[in-house]
């Protein structure tokens, strides 16, 4: 799933975001590079997200807004998505504030604990 234009920043120019999550993506897949997380630091440190990235529905506890998976996620795509929030280059206000405190090292566990997760349906 790539991140919806209209939550990229206009002026920061939507093509440079996508070439950098690709990068990312093929740095991972190649698994030279970018340290594999923690599995399980990651499932404590993911504790806070499951209120909303329940993972057996797309919903959240609250059933009123679509919250997006993340079982069964890249792990590349997770730590890329995090750190544009937490950058604000990828705007949402929750998200930011939820990725705002967390080390690149905190990514990567929640990322590695995420992806281990079983893909929904
Ligand atoms: C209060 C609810 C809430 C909490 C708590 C929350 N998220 Fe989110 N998350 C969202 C919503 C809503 C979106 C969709 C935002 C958007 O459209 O960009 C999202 C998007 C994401 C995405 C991008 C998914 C995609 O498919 O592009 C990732 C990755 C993510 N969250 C990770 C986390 C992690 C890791 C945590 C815990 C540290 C967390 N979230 C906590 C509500 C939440």
Redesign the pocket.
Known sequence: ?C??PS?VRPCAGSKTIRRVIAVGLTVCLGGTIQAAGDVEAGRM??D??L???GIATYQ?VYPT??????GG?SAA??VA??RA?KAQD???P??HS??HD?SDED?AD??AY?SSLAQVE
């Not at 807004?65 to 993340?70: C, E, I, M």
């Open positions: 799933m991140p919806e939550s440190k993911a806070a997200c209120g909303c990235h959240n807004y679509h919250v997006p998976k993340l996620q795509y997770i998505a995090l929030y990828r705007q949402h929750t998200m939820q990725a967390l990514m929640i990322a995420f």
